[in-house]
């Protein structure tokens, strides 16, 4: 049966944004009758906040979503995250990057390119056996010059253990030079060059800590998710999680839905500068979830504005008819929820 995950990050409050991503997500599995798994994805130690896990799947339940594995975590076991690391060590396709935030923009010739103000990595560390470009298909990534000898990631031992006048390392991944193609069920043909616009981007911070990409790779792999349905401000994502699908020889990637985001009426994705746009915002003013939810069947193309349960969403919703460019969230939308 296929599998898909809803994989809220406990990094703030859901916003009408991310609930409606939850709610395509959800009504798809359920019209389709793929399995549901929840995975909480707590790995950003320093932006997570207390109760944010507990309170978005509270929230979640309360809008009508069910699931039908979960709640998994991330922090609570690293093991199969270092093991991912450390085999892509072995295979000479990650190699260990003592760079600061610092130098990686002197070293910077124009303006960072990649969305999310992704700083593009110029290859400082890069073993020189590899080449500037072009390496990480099978040749050996032999330790930096300059960089002390690691054995195994550093990732199992603690800061205690470091010598004084050794940085911790990170490490990234080498990524070949071009463009790659993905076939993204809602969003079509998807090209990107992760190397001109990441380069060697990190799987596993100086903390310990396996990043984003490497953690939702290693974990989509073992929970058995074949479908993913999010927001496309993380198709260039989808391309890294390609290569470490690759790399790490876990079979073809799962199939993708991206969706175009909810944005503020400047354009800019839903957030804090737009104004109080949590979902629970509204519920602490006694908005119904049916009236939520209405303006998300508006939202993706289900006609005007019309309570409804999440059961009666899912019976309605048709891919085809949500809008192919970004949602704007107005003054209107708001209205119409607070006044009910
Ligand atoms: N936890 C991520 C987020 O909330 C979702 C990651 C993903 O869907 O791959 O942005």
């Not at 859901?14 to 395509?24: A, C, D, P």
């Not at 800019?268 to 109080?276: M, T, V």
Request: net charge negative.
């Amino acid at each position: 049966m296929p599998r898909t995950r809803l994989a809220p990050s406990p990094t703030g409050a859901l916003h009408l944004g991310n609930v409606r991503t939850f709610l395509v997500n959800w009504a798809v599995a359920r019209q389709q009758g793929w399995q549901i798994v929840l995975r909480v994805e707590d790995l950003d130690g320093p932006r997570v906040k207390a109760d944010a896990a507990s309170e978005a799947i509270e929230l979640l339940a309360w809008l009508g979503l069910d699931w039908d594995e979960g709640p998994y975590t991330q922090l609570a076991d690293l093991a199969p995250y270092h093991a991912a690391l450390d085999r892509l060590i072995a295979a000479g396709q990650a190699y260990p990057c003592r760079c600061t935030r610092r130098e990686i923009e002197a070293a910077q010739l124009s303006a960072p390119h990649g969305d999310d103000h992704e700083l593009r990595y110029p290859g400082t560390c890069r073993p020189p056996s590899v080449g500037p470009e072009g390496g990480g298909s099978g040749r050996s990534a032999a330790e930096p010059p300059g960089c002390a000898a690691v054995t195994g990631s550093s990732l199992h031992s603690s800061p205690a253990t470091q010598q004084p006048d050794d940085r911790a390392a990170a490490y990234r991944l080498l990524v070949p030079a071009g463009e790659t193609t993905i076939e993204d069920n809602f969003a079509g043909a998807h090209c990107y060059d992760v190397s001109a616009a990441t380069g060697d981007f990190l799987i596993a911070t100086k903390e310990g800590l396996p990043s984003y990409q490497l953690a939702v790779v290693v974990d989509d792999a073992r929970q058995g998710i074949d479908r993913v349905v999010r927001g496309d401000d993380l198709l260039s994502s989808a391309h890294r999680q390609r290569l470490l699908y690759d790399r790490l020889e876990l079979g073809p990637p799962p199939h993708s839905w991206h969706l175009p985001l909810v944005v503020g009426p400047d354009g800019r994705r839903l957030a804090k500068r737009h104004g109080d746009t949590r979902a629970s915002y509204y519920r602490e003013r006694g908005v119904r979830p049916e009236r939520i939810i209405g303006l998300m069947a508006a939202w993706c193309g289900l006609g005007a504005h019309e309570e409804m349960t999440a059961a009666a969403f899912a019976n309605r919703l048709a891919l085809e008819c949500l809008p192919r460019k970004p949602i704007v969230f107005t003054a209107a939308d708001d209205a119409w929820l607070l006044n009910s």
